[in-house]
């Protein structure tokens, strides 16, 4: 089944050490999204990429990066995680229809807990 | 500014009885809302979506969603709950000039109880 895919699972990392959060996708979908979600709120979008073109939400720290290698793979990679860093980070996708039409698919999510 | 309230934090209901969740949303054009639902550590899955057209949208397991325009509110509903639906419910507009950006409520916990 085509899906969107998020590893690890659960990640543990200390206070300032730089981690990776990787996310695939085999829905051959043009936009990859990461979302920041804090227990119980909402998910807050933090980047997208449009193919190779990186769309960086006004209000996201500087901490957090993302690469997107290729269609399939995405990464956010936070540089230093504070405690407030602690949440669930959500990848998804959409075919990339221009618009607010355009539906987004989500992965799991990966649990990152720091130290 | 678009926004989403979803004015009920928590939800209990029994099994088997119905269930209607609420959105309501600020929005100066025609919106294009979603629900979605998030099972403890999953991640989102859409449950429905309306663009345009009938008012009344039938999504999976069971669900369904009318759009009023007058009331600025897309409310979820189900005839008949089952344990399993037991989750946190999002209502989301996609905002326009935006590509697909969502815009979510702050979500609505579902209990159901034996």
């Known amino acids: 089944d085509a899906m969107v895919i998020q590893n690890p699972r659960y990640q543990v990392t200390q206070f300032g050490k730089p981690v990776t959060l990787s996310c695939s996708q085999t829905?051959?979908?043009?936009?990859m999204y990461w979302y920041q979600q804090k227990s119980s709120q909402a998910p807050k979008l933090l980047f997208h990429y449009y193919d190779k073109d990186f769309n960086n939400e006004a209000d996201t720290p500087d901490n957090f990066q993302s690469r997107r290698p290729n269609t399939s793979f995405c990464f956010l990679d936070i540089r230093s995680p504070g405690l407030g860093d602690a949440a669930m980070y959500l990848c998804?996708?959409?075919?990339?229809?221009?618009?607010?039409?355009?539906?987004?698919?989500f992965g799991p999510g990966t649990r990152l807990t720091v130290l | 500014a678009q926004s989403v309230t979803q004015p009920d934090i928590h939800i209990t209901v029994s099994e088997g009885a119905s269930l209607e969740l609420r959105c309501n949303y600020s929005?100066?054009?025609?919106?294009?809302l979603f629900w979605y639902v998030q099972s403890p550590g999953q991640g989102l899955q859409l449950l429905l979506k309306y663009f345009s057209g009938d008012t009344l949208v039938q999504g999976i397991k069971g669900f369904e969603a009318e759009f009023k325009r007058s009331q600025s509110s897309f409310n979820l509903r189900k005839p008949s709950v089952h344990w399993s639906d037991a989750a946190e419910y999002f209502c989301?507009?996609?905002?326009?000039?935006?590509?697909?950006?969502?815009?979510f409520g702050q979500g609505t916990e579902l209990s159901v109880k034996p």
């Open positions: 929005y100066g054009a025609t919106p294009y």
């Open positions: 989301a507009v996609g905002a326009r000039n935006q590509g697909g950006k969502l815009i």
């Open positions: 998804a996708t959409s075919r990339g229809q221009r618009g607010p039409t355009d539906t987004q698919y």
């Open positions: 829905l051959n979908h043009n936009v």
